[in-house]
Nanobody
């Protein structure tokens, strides 16, 4: 079973940047896709960015052009950098992994989340 640990959240000024990290540990799991989701109260969890082992990437329209997802396969770690932060980027960000290469397939491991607050 995978254990995912996110870090890098906190309070950031509007217009600033943040870099989130997520490390997967444990055994008995296969990682193809590593992804970042975010959620605000009373809204469904949103897929923000994802990358699979083939290097194909997905970005939500809300962050496209100002975010970068990357991964270090040797460390089972995925990163998300978002620049030019906006108040609407404030959310709890979750890391997730999947054995599938399709970004929309079920994700089998989730982190506990890291909160990002954006001050205007």
């Amino acid at each position: 079973q995978a254990h995912l640990a996110e870090s890098g959240g906190g309070l950031v000024q509007s217009g600033g940047s943040l870099r989130l990290s997520c490390v997967a540990s444990g055994s008995g799991f296969t990682i193809n896709t590593m992804a970042w989701f975010r959620q605000v109260p009373e809204k469904p969890r949103e897929l923000v960015a994802a990358v699979n082992t083939a290097g194909r990437m997905f970005y939500a329209d809300s962050v496209k052009g100002r975010s970068t997802i990357s991964r270090d396969n040797a460390k089972d770690t995925v990163y998300l950098q978002i620049d030019s932060l906006k108040p609407e980027d404030a959310a709890v960000y979750y890391c997730a992994i999947s054995r599938y290469s399709d970004f929309q397939n079920p994700y089998e491991g989730w982190g506990q989340g890291t909160r990002v607050t954006v001050s205007s």
